[in-house]
């Protein structure tokens, strides 16, 4: 087991966002998370990368068990440093080129030096095919090719596990093919990732297990057959038949 939370619970003022998450997650396996908005799916990963803290919950995360409540300085940087997150938004630097977005966090968060964090970033660029857009500041860069920069920045380090946060959502229809193919070869070198996604289609292919959220909680989960061919839970149901892309 590379990843296991255990009752992971969130709540702003008064609205319960989590109301304890159990999850045990296998090197190598893909889960894909899907459900409505608003049911705390990007909660769930902000709290596992400590970009937010859980009212209470433990995750054992490469054989170490925090508590997520109150996790140690260093508990928080050795996770950052084997779990990486693609967000939505991308959320690149705008004043930084494409290859300094990579190679700072190299530099600041893991004291690399300056030129073995820019070969690493130059590698990490060529994989996602935007070597030649490295000295590119992100406004010159369409939202795809700022995704993708987004990825190359989370594998650079070789994550244990990657969290993508609806990582095609905000992109273009046209855009979205490079990005899911970007995916689709992590998952096929066995990288261990989370994906939140709304595409059912993408989800279906790639995920080992698939996950339905909502309100709070894992309502469902299985393999992607189980949970698209043979929901048994209702709210699975209305929320597939909800959505019209075929899948
Ligand atoms: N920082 C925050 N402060 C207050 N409420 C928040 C915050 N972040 C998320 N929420 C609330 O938590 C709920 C779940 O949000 P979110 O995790 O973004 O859902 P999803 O990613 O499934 O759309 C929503 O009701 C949202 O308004
Ligand atoms: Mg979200």
Do not use: C, W
């Amino acid at each position: 087991m590379l990843l296991e939370l255990k009752g992971i619970k969130k709540k702003f003022k008064n609205n319960e966002v989590l109301k304890g998450i159990n999850l045990a997650i296998d090197k190598g396996e893909v889960v894909a998370i899907i459900g409505p908005s608003g049911s705390g799916k990007t909660t769930l990963l902000r709290n596992i990368n400590f970009l937010e803290t859980a009212d209470s919950g433990t995750m054992v995360f490469r054989n170490q068990e925090i508590n997520l409540a109150h996790p140690s300085t260093d508990q928080v940087l050795s996770t950052r440093r084997h779990m990486a997150i693609v967000f939505q938004n991308y959320n690149l630097f705008k004043n930084k080129t494409a290859l300094e977005n990579i190679s700072e966090g190299l530099v600041f968060g893991q004291n690399m030096d300056k030129s073995a964090a820019k070969q690493l970033a130059e590698k990490a660029l060529n994989q996602v095919g935007l070597l030649d857009k490295k000295a590119f500041y992100p406004s010159q860069l369409s939202g795809g090719q700022q995704q993708r920069i987004g990825i190359a920045r989370a594998t650079v380090l070789n994550p244990d596990i990657i969290l993508f946060d609806e990582p095609t959502s905000a992109l273009d229809p046209e855009l979205v093919s490079t990005v899911l193919r970007d995916m689709n070869r992590l998952a096929k070198n066995g990288q261990t990732m989370i994906v939140v996604t709304h595409q059912m289609s993408f989800a279906r292919n790639i995920a080992d297990t698939v996950i339905f959220f909502a309100d709070g909680e894992i309502v469902e989960q299985g393999s992607a057959n189980e949970i698209f061919d043979h929901p048994k839970n209702e709210r699975t149901r209305q929320f597939l038949s909800a959505i019209a892309e075929d899948y």
